[in-house]
């Protein structure tokens, strides 16, 4: 499914080169997260334990390529995997030292780490069963793979505001999870020709919402021109200073829907101009029965619905094998795997986004023989193919242990009929809000909370039922209350009695008509107060101590690029602010490096040699015109001290000095695709014409930013001229004034600011003028 090219096999070299300097306390920890998040390499809440995440695209997988996972995680994750809601594959608990040799030999089986965390486009989801299920409007694994190739070439693609989420799905009913993504695609065929309904601005976690649609149908060769519009929309309106609200809804959210798809369209009409993204796939490229009939019905045994699948190739079967919460045995997919090896003819295999992985195109009797050899290891009902978060057993963003609740509710279902069994759909359970079980999207969804009492915290679980995807119906579940952990196997159970004995077979339909009854069910358990003398309910599942929130930390699947400068440039300060106290060249040195190294990660080096990061500097900022030539004979100082700790650089401060505001100036001009939108060095008057300035109707512009020369107007003419330059453009928009020093860059600030406008950042940094960047109210 990937194609590898040679940066991906560099990047498993830098991995095992940081990790090294990392153990070695030769990095700094928060530069060492960024690089290591988007190669998939996650802390997990015991320290210096880590989790090792693949990139499975669409879900499809090898036989060789299961072998090779099954071998690492019996070596480096202590016997067990992980199957994850993204079609991914975990490698849990993890030591550092043992990251590098686990990647280094799933690139030689064609898998990849790179950019499965971190402010990455993520591994691009499919409907497992897209190609064979019975109600296959197209295979759309062609289309996944086109996708995830066009993305991961693009190194951009590890640097965006925050992470991207694409999803393909073969039918309305959407098992691809299209209509919950940042950008996902539903085949469908309209006057004979396979396209796609595309929707947008979905997602989970803070402020959760389904997606919009976006089009009807687009035809299927113009995905790219979605994939790329809505990623340059992304880059342009990103928010990169606040992760909380920097996902693609945000946007939405912000713009509104009609400015939103308004500017998506402006980017994908640009594109099209172009016309170089139309794709061509090969459609049967993963079909293995091209020449079979094509059937629309087959019935299978009742009690084996939810492992059986009938595929519309005559004949041939999908199986599904769903682990408790996704973890694995080695020693369990050894069987599988074996069982299939042993076959005198081809099948396939798909990780699913519900924590667990289909064995398709098996003909009848195998697929049979296949259920009996997983039966140890799964289940043949709904509510034990549950989906779960990690919870917070190894998640440092963890509330609850989500993993045990889920073992609670199956020992309370031991002892129950099968018909109670069978009544609940599957359950999705989260230990906290942030949604990695997708509670949200379930028909029946838990996350977890505390709730703090007198006595102590008591560990919850907010309930929320109705919810579901699927084409033009889609909708976030209602929230009907909370309960606490230590019930809600009791509330489950009395939740199936009170389905079986309401005659509805379906369960959207028992919600529509019996939500009252729900409701007084649920508030059995709501009241915490007359709990609070029942010791057990201040423990969750599993804990031997009394719930608390002790280990919980900062997630990092945010960690990027910007936390990199971010740290550099305020060691840059700190140093900086030292020196005033100590006077001691060291800490003059270390502002000047730190200053000079900030920001190199845009440019792709990450390096502690201080020769080598003077000399990319001067390369990227000084003769590209951003930073005075002069700053290379600081540069050349700064070598000689670092030889000679004798030689004194006290006369260089105020070179030291205008580095660090040049560079922090730099850094606040970034625009979405952390391009510099600051103006260069030299006169921009007789460099109109470089690569990054250009004149527009008598204006300087940089980048995308517009420049208006006001040098030499006096106050109050030139607040004046601002104010008329302002009128012109939109609400939201930025515009650039050159002005000059004393009265002109001290009131011209303050003038506009109480006129309800906001400064984005002021450059001192140019002989007798400044720039001024003002975004209109």
Do not use: W
């Amino acid at each position: 499914m990937i194609n590898i090219n040679k940066d991906h096999y560099k990047s498993i070299e830098d991995i095992k080169e940081k990790s090294q300097q990392y153990l070695n306390n030769a990095i700094d920890p928060v530069r060492f997260k960024a690089f290591r998040v988007s190669m998939g390499v996650y802390e997990q809440r015991k320290k210096e334990t880590y989790m090792v995440r693949t990139r499975i695209p669409g879900g499809v997988i090898t036989l060789e390529q299961f072998k090779r996972i099954s071998e690492l995680a019996e070596k480096y994750a202590k016997g067990k995997l992980k199957f994850t809601s993204r079609q991914d594959i975990q490698f849990q608990s993890v030591d550092l030292r043992d990251a590098y040799p686990i990647i280094n030999s799933l690139i030689e089986v064609g898998i990849i780490t790179k950019g499965t965390g971190g402010n990455t486009v993520r591994n691009v989801e499919c409907s497992p069963l897209s190609g064979v299920s019975i109600d296959d409007v197209f295979d759309v694994t062609p289309y996944v793979k086109a996708a995830t190739n066009y993305l991961i070439k693009d190194p951009t693609t590890m640097n965006m505001p925050r992470k991207y989420k694409i999803a393909f799905s073969n039918t309305p009913e959407d098992t691809g999870n299209a209509t919950i993504s940042d950008l996902g695609f539903i085949a469908k065929i309209a006057d004979g020709k396979r396209g796609f309904e595309v929707y947008g601005a979905g997602g989970f976690g803070g402020s959760p919402r389904v997606s919009l649609k976006l089009s009807n149908f687009i035809p299927a060769d113009e995905i790219l021109y979605y994939i790329q519009g809505l990623k340059n929309v992304f880059e342009a309106e990103g928010d990169r200073t606040n992760k909380n609200k920097a996902r693609i809804r945000f946007i939405l959210m912000r713009l509104g829907e009609k400015k939103f798809v308004e500017e998506l369209e402006e980017e994908i009409n640009k594109l099209k101009e172009k016309g170089s993204l139309n794709i061509q796939v090969d459609e049967n490229e993963f079909t293995l029965h091209p020449d079979a009939k094509i059937v629309q019905d087959v019935k299978v045994d009742e009690k084996l619905k939810n492992v059986l699948f009938p595929q519309k190739q005559e004949g041939y079967y999908s199986v599904y094998v769903h682990p408790q919460s996704g973890n694995l045995k080695v020693e369990n997919l050894n069987k599988v795997l074996a069982f299939i090896e042993n076959l005198d003819y081809e099948t396939s295999i798909r990780v699913t986004n519900t924590q667990g992985f289909f064995i398709r195109d098996l003909k009848k009797k195998d697929a049979e023989a296949l259920i009996e050899i997983t039966g140890s290891f799964t289940s043949l009902y709904n509510i034990d193919n549950s989906v779960t978060c990690v919870g917070a057993s190894t998640c440092q963003l963890g509330l609850c242990l989500s993993q045990n609740l889920l073992k609670a509710i199956k020992k309370e279902f031991e002892g129950a009929s099968s018909q109670i069994k069978a009544a609940l759909p599957r359950l999705f359970i989260s230990g906290c809000p942030n949604s990695c079980a997708q509670h949200e999207k379930g028909a029946l969804g838990f996350h977890g909370r505390a709730k703090r009492t007198k006595n102590g915290l008591i560990p919850m679980y907010s309930i929320s039922f109705g919810g579901k995807v699927g084409s033009n119906i889609a909708r976030m579940g209602d929230t009907y209350g909370d309960v606490p952990a230590k019930k809600v196997p009791l509330f489950i159970h009395e939740l199936a009695e009170l389905k079986v004995n309401s005659g509805y077979e379906d369960f959207y339909d028992f919600l529509d008509n019996r939500s009252s009854d729900i409701k007084a069910l649920i508030s059995k358990y709501t009241d915490v107060d007359k709990f609070i003398g029942e010791t057990d309910i201040y423990f969750d599942f599993g804990a031997c101590e009394k719930f608390s929130l002790k280990g919980r930390g900062p997630g990092e699947c945010s960690s990027g690029v910007m936390d990199v400068i971010r740290l550099d440039l305020s060691n840059a300060e700190a140093s900086l602010e030292r020196y005033k106290d100590t006077k001691q060249n060291s800490d003059l040195y270390s502002s000047a490096l730190s200053s000079a190294r900030t920001l190199l990660v845009l440019k792709g080096v990450d390096s502690n040699k201080d020769r080598e990061i003077f000399e990319e500097f001067s390369k990227n900022f000084i003769e590209t015109g951003y930073v005075k030539s002069s700053i290379k004979e600081l540069f050349e100082d700064l070598i000689d001290y670092k030889i000679d700790s004798a030689n004194d650089i006290s006369d260089r401060v105020s070179e030291v000095e205008y580095l660090y505001n040049k560079v922090d100036a730099m850094y606040k001009s970034l625009n979405g695709k952390l391009e510099i939108t600051l103006p260069k060095e030299k006169n921009v008057q007789s460099e109109s014409h470089n690569e990054d300035n250009d004149e527009v109707d008598g204006h300087d512009k940089i980048g995308n930013l517009k420049i208006v020369n006001l040098r030499g107007v006096k106050c109050p003419i030139n607040f004046v001229k601002v104010k008329v330059e302002l009128s012109k453009i939109k609400s939201g928009q930025k515009l650039g004034f050159y002005l000059d020093d004393g009265d002109p860059i001290n009131n011209v600030p303050q003038s506009v600011t109480k006129e309800g406008n906001e400064i984005i950042f002021t450059d001192t940094n140019y002989d007798g003028y400044n720039l001024l960047v003002i975004q209109k109210k």
